[in-house]
């Protein structure tokens, strides 16, 4: 009897891993068709900023153009953290806020009304997210994060309500710098800074977070106030952050710490033409504004963080190459001569970054999914040698 007991309880806990791994592949093939809304967005938001730009192509949707910065920031920014942050959760429930910013923006971009509720739900899905998260691991890094997320909530329902871009972007803004710098301030951590280092981070977050209050209110001084604490925390970033050591090192490493101490210099001049006085009216002041902080600053790190989250969420192996410090070069040339013509008032210096900018994020998906090719080759099974032949 003994014996038989033995024998079902290794079947039950063998029955029990093969339900857990057929779970894992359930989810794990979820995540693809979230991943595609998101690079379909990435695309249409592509494709809508060169219309904003100027450039004189067809135009498939009559509301494209005006849901550029919808496309970019919830359709692919959020599906791409939410996707992340629900494989680090590990909960069913946590796939919906990916599923919502990504599909929900498809159905804004085709006229659905609904698809603004969508993704602002996304956002509430986010926020509760990082609730589980702080209650598993109180931390400052999480906490930062947590507000990061709370931010585009915020903005979602000020986008919600059918308020101008120009009035809540700043939301959006803050949710790109605190996710990004909650994600470095957590690896910052390896590096054993003493506690005012962490101090002086909260202090600059919290300058920022002050002065979108303050914008939000009404306050003039808000947009400047903003502007100085993204100047301080690019410089906490450039002084503190581990990208500052691994620099030195070989491969991805490298590559890595590259894409990130670019973007935090592209946070830095953003953060300067804020406090320096520029303004959200549209114009070309604004758009130098909002495509060094949300091209310059948010993609350098996808682009330097790609390699490493598309393995993780994707179980796909993404080696590294040094082709891709092609698309790299090419947004942040692209991206230097569209702010100059913003500077210069010179439209066909603008349109010409903003043409290369769209060829950079191409070049950026043409890269990754040959390096994901090329892993999956490198993973098959070497064919088995003919008897008695070469």
């Known amino acids: 009897?003994?014996?038989?007991?033995?024998?079902g309880s290794r079947e039950a806990e063998i029955g029990s891993r093969l339900n857990s791994r057929t779970m894992n592949n359930i989810w794990l093939r979820i995540r693809f068709p979230l991943l595609g809304a998101g690079m379909l967005c990435l695309l249409a938001g592509v494709y809508a900023g060169l219309l904003r730009a100027g450039i004189e192509i067809p135009v498939p949707a009559q509301n494209l153009a005006a849901s550029h910065g919808a496309l970019m920031i919830g359709g692919f920014l959020g599906t791409v953290i939410g996707l992340e942050r629900a494989v680090a959760l590990g909960a069913p429930w946590g796939y919906a806020a990916p599923a919502l910013a990504g599909f929900g923006t498809l159905l804004y971009l085709a006229g659905v009304e609904a698809g603004a509720a969508a993704v602002t739900l996304s956002s509430v899905l986010l926020v509760s997210m990082y609730g589980v998260v702080l209650r598993r691991q109180l931390s400052f890094f999480n906490a930062v994060m947590a507000l990061g997320a709370a931010a585009w909530m915020a903005g979602n329902i000020y986008w919600l309500r059918g308020y101008p871009f120009p009035d809540f972007v700043l939301w959006w803004a803050l949710f790109v710098v605190l996710t990004i710098a909650g994600e470095r301030l957590e690896l910052s951590r390896?590096?054993?800074?003493?506690?005012?280092?962490?101090?002086?981070f909260a202090i600059f977050a919290?300058?920022?977070i002050a002065g979108v209050f303050a914008a939000a209110g009404g306050a003039v001084w808000g947009n400047r106030l903003t502007g100085a604490g993204f100047i301080l925390l690019s410089l906490w970033l450039l002084m503190y952050d581990v990208a500052r050591r691994t620099v030195k090192q070989e491969g991805l490493t490298r590559f890595v710490a590259v894409c990130l101490l670019a973007g935090y210099v592209w946070l830095a001049m953003a953060g300067a033409m804020l406090a320096g006085g520029t303004g959200l009216a549209p114009g070309y002041q604004y758009d130098a504004l909002l495509h060094s902080l949300f091209l310059g600053f948010a993609f350098s790190m996808i682009f330097g963080h790609a390699p490493i989250i598309f393995p993780a969420?994707?179980?796909l192996a993404v080696p590294f190459r040094p082709v891709f410090y092609l698309h790299v070069a090419v947004l942040h040339i692209s991206l230097l001569m569209r702010v100059g013509g913003d500077h210069a008032m010179n439209d066909?210096?603008?349109?010409?970054g903003a043409a290369?900018?769209?060829a950079a994020l191409l070049i950026f998906l043409i890269n990754t999914a040959l390096s994901v090719r090329a892993g999956l080759i490198s993973r098959r099974p070497a064919p088995a040698a003919r008897a008695g032949g070469a």
Do not use: C, K, W
């Not at 009897?1 to 024998?7: F, G, I, L, Q, T």
């Not at 390896?190 to 002086?200: A, G, M």
């Not at 066909?348 to 010409?352: C, G, H, K, Q, V």
């Open 1 to 7: 009897m003994e014996a038989n007991h033995d024998v």
């Open 190 to 200: 390896f590096l054993q800074h003493p506690p005012r280092i962490s101090i002086l």
């Open 206 to 208: 919290a300058t920022a």
């Open 313 to 315: 969420v994707l179980n």
């Open 348 to 352: 066909s210096l603008r349109a010409a």
């Open 356 to 358: 290369l900018n769209g």
